[in-house]
């Protein structure tokens, strides 16, 4: 099982790109659980279409209120060519810790057993990239992921995030934490975009391992509720998109042959 984390910041595309990377390993015929690890609980949407589902924390709250115990399937919403969706979600708008709740969601999932009844190829947590506290960092220890992929633009406050995020995984690295497989960089089309990624991922002796471009399709396919790879097959970002997840199994040691 190649367990994979991906960070950036708030609204840089993240859940986007990897949602369109699980489906498109999904059309490889690779089983994916996708873990939204966000608060707002919106990483799958375009995977599923549904307005609502069960968050794990959700489900916590409510068993502790009902006495009531939830079952493996009331976290899980499976969503396009048999994508597993998870979302974490958070704590009451005012009350709890964003980071806390993402360890008592995974603690649950793998105290549920979901790995095993599942049986995923490829899991690939979703993490908001814009503080790196120990709840949000997670992720990125022993027995959760094997590899960080970082998720920026050439925008400051992106860089600023991503680069917080690569220094994260270096105090890390004598841990036996998950280590950088490379950064991707979603355009924005700013003014010496490609070389100020390029730059910041040479600081942390790394590299950008693909490259998205900004295009409409995207935020037409969002308008559907639709992953790229689903709504628009066929076009260039589908490639692109395809193309992205080809290169982060390579990175994590396994060929798609097409």
Do not use: W
């Not at 969706?85 to 603690?107: D, F, M, T, Y």
């Amino acid at each position: 099982m190649i367990k994979i984390a991906v960070y950036g910041k708030g609204g840089i595309g993240k859940s986007t790109t990897v949602s369109n990377i699980s489906a498109a390993l999904s059309e490889e015929g690779i089983k994916v659980m996708q873990i939204g690890c966000d608060p707002k609980a919106d990483s799958t949407v375009s995977l599923h279409q549904q307005t609502k589902v069960n968050t794990v924390l959700e489900l916590v709250r409510a068993s502790r209120v009902n006495k009531k115990n939830f079952t493996l399937e009331d976290m899980v919403t499976v969503g396009y060519n048999g994508v597993i969706c998870v979302e974490a979600g958070g704590p009451n708008p005012g009350l709890g810790c964003a980071g806390r709740g993402i360890i008592a969601a995974l603690e649950k999932l793998k105290e549920k057993g979901a790995y095993e009844a599942y049986k995923p190829d490829v899991v690939i947590y979703d993490v908001l990239g814009d503080v790196v506290c120990g709840g949000f960092s997670m992720p990125m220890r022993r027995g959760y992921a094997d590899k960080v992929f970082i998720i920026t633009s050439g925008e400051n406050m992106a860089i600023h995030a991503a680069a917080n995020i690569a220094m994260a995984i270096d105090n890390f690295k004598n841990r036996g934490y998950a280590g950088l497989g490379g950064l991707i960089l979603n355009r924005r089309n700013v003014k010496n975009e490609y070389e100020k990624v390029k730059e910041l991922a040479e600081d942390f002796n790394s590299k950008i391992v693909g490259t998205l471009d900004r295009c409409d399709v995207v935020q037409e396919a969002e308008a559907l509720n639709k992953t790229v790879i689903e709504a628009f097959p066929g076009s260039d970002m589908a490639k692109q998109y395809r193309k992205l997840a080809e290169i982060v199994m390579k990175i994590c040691g396994k060929e798609i042959s097409r």
